[in-house]
């Protein structure tokens, strides 16, 4: 439930991963298995560490933004759709404080229906053959 925006200047390297996104989001981590892309900061040395220090199971070999696999590139996508539809940010700010007024507007049940998603989506993708979900 939380979301973690990055200064304009701020690099996403492996020590801001790990100490802004996985240690005050994942700490109540209760699953042991975790998804995310293959992005330099998701995989390295100091993150891996962190995943094994913490006994989570990564899932290997997902694509970056794969929407079909990537249960939240779907849920971005839908909260992009609400920003744009019900706010006109004219600076970084209001895009931040638009961006955080929709994302707490989300029910649980609405977030889990995109991890829940996940299986029908994989059988689409291996029923297909790979290509892309219609």
């Not at 900061?41 to 094994?52: E, P, R, Y």
């Not at 649980?108 to 995109?114: A, R, S, T, V």
Request: glycine fraction near 4%; include cysteine.
């Amino acid at each position: 439930r939380k979301i973690v925006f990055f200064g304009e200047k701020e690099r996403v390297n492996s020590n801001v991963y790990v100490s802004k996104c996985l240690v005050p989001c994942l700490r109540v981590f209760r699953q042991n298995i975790f998804q995310q892309d293959g992005a330099r900061a998701h995989t390295s040395q100091d993150a891996k560490l962190w995943f094994k220090n913490n006994n989570v199971e990564l899932l290997a070999g997902w694509s970056a933004r794969s929407p079909d696999l990537s249960p939240i590139e779907n849920l971005w996508k839908d909260l992009q759709n609400r920003v744009s539809e019900r706010h006109h940010p004219k600076n970084v700010m209001e895009l931040q404080a638009a961006i955080e007024k929709e994302w707490k507007k989300y029910t649980n049940q609405e977030i889990n229906k995109y991890v829940m998603s996940f299986e029908q989506r994989l059988k689409e993708c291996v029923r297909g053959d790979g290509a892309p979900i219609k």
